[in-house]
């Protein structure tokens, strides 16, 4: 069974930092491209940034383009969100997010994922 366990939330100041973490199970983790997807209180889930499981092609929401990194480790079946410069509007329960494809593109659009982590919570201070 694939599942998907994020980590590294927390409580943060504006302007400070946070890396999340988010581990691949059950199934090859290379055949899976993933995204991170973050929902704050009375607003939808928004895409927040992908990459594919071909040459690592990425994406990113403009909002956090130039703050936010993604990358991935085969070897440790994780996905990594690197936030930096993080801003009160970034406070949301972040989820993680994968879906089985071989693409050398990805998209930020919920339908493309059937794999849903549990969520992280971020907020961050002014």
């Known amino acids: 069974q694939l599942q998907l366990v994020e980590s590294g939330g927390g409580l943060v100041q504006a302007g400070g930092s946070l890396r999340l973490s988010c581990v691949l199970t059950g199934f090859p983790f290379e055949h899976y491209q993933t995204a991170w997807f973050r929902q704050a209180p009375g607003k939808e889930r928004e895409g927040v940034s992908c990459i594919a499981r071909v040459l690592g092609a990425t994406d990113y929401a403009e909002s956090v383009k130039g703050r936010f990194t993604i990358s991935r480790d085969n070897d440790k079946r994780t996905t990594y969100l690197q936030m930096n410069d993080l801003k009160p509007e970034d406070s949301a329960v972040y989820y993680c997010?994968?879906?089985?494809?071989?693409?050398?593109?990805?998209?930020?659009?919920?339908?493309?994922?059937?794999?849903w982590g549990q969520g992280t919570q971020v907020t961050v201070s002014s």
């Open positions: 997010a994968a879906q089985r494809r071989f693409g050398s593109v990805c998209r930020l659009s919920q339908a493309d994922y059937g794999t």
